[in-house]
């Protein structure tokens, strides 16, 4: 992240990402549109990737058990393993994703085309607080998210165990 371009852009559109317009419209316009560039690039490209590092997470369903795949921003945790947060653009609810991986903390990612098995753990505690300053680092004001849905964010690290 030591790009000045990229940190100047981030810093101009994260405020935008704020506000009561872009959180109702990018939970119904994103999706879709992240499905279609996935399909068209073997989803090696995501649309919010052009801002953010990010990862297509695949879980399986805790009430199903089918496979789910999730489009989300990461941040890197220094240590070779991948933080993702449950912010669902500030909604009252938790992302079924998260449900997913306390059910089934084994998962699937996709980086940059390249897949990898993953296992999941909640951060708690002390790492909570330095997993938000590294993700702030990476998008000013993301947290907000959480004080503005009313509940506590789950956090996720996301441990490599192989490549598929």
């Given at each position: 992240?030591?790009?000045?371009?990229?940190?100047?852009?981030?810093?101009?559109?994260?405020?935008?990402?704020?506000?009561?317009?872009?959180?109702w419209?990018?939970p119904?316009?994103?999706?879709?549109?992240?499905?279609?560039i996935?399909?068209?690039?073997?989803?090696?490209?995501?649309?919010?990737?052009?801002?953010?590092?990010?990862?297509?997470?695949?879980?399986i369903g805790?009430?199903?058990?089918?496979?789910?795949?999730?489009?989300?921003?990461?941040?890197?945790?220094?240590?070779?393993?991948a933080?993702?947060?449950?912010?669902?653009?500030?909604?009252e609810?938790?992302?079924?994703?998260?449900?997913n991986?306390?059910?089934?903390?084994?998962?699937?990612i996709?980086?940059?085309?390249?897949?990898?098995?993953?296992?999941?753990?909640?951060i708690e505690?002390?790492a909570?607080?330095?997993?938000?300053?590294?993700?702030?680092?990476?998008?000013?004001?993301?947290?907000?998210?959480?004080?503005?849905?009313?509940?506590?964010?789950?956090?996720?690290?996301?441990t490599?165990?192989r490549?598929?």
């Amino acid at each position: 992240m030591s790009d000045p371009i990229v940190r100047t852009v981030r810093a101009v559109v994260a405020p935008i990402t704020r506000t009561r317009a872009f959180r109702w419209l990018a939970p119904r316009l994103m999706p879709p549109i992240e499905r279609a560039i996935a399909t068209v690039t073997g989803s090696s490209i995501q649309l919010s990737g052009l801002l953010v590092p990010s990862l297509v997470l695949r879980t399986i369903g805790a009430r199903s058990g089918q496979p789910r795949d999730s489009i989300l921003m990461y941040t890197a945790d220094g240590h070779g393993c991948a933080i993702v947060a449950g912010t669902s653009f500030a909604r009252e609810k938790h992302p079924a994703w998260t449900y997913n991986l306390l059910a089934h903390p084994d998962a699937q990612i996709a980086v940059r085309g390249r897949r990898y098995a993953v296992r999941a753990a909640l951060i708690e505690g002390d790492a909570r607080e330095a997993a938000w300053r590294r993700i702030e680092h990476q998008w000013p004001g993301y947290r907000a998210y959480e004080r503005e849905s009313g509940r506590v964010v789950r956090l996720f690290r996301l441990t490599l165990t192989r490549e598929l």
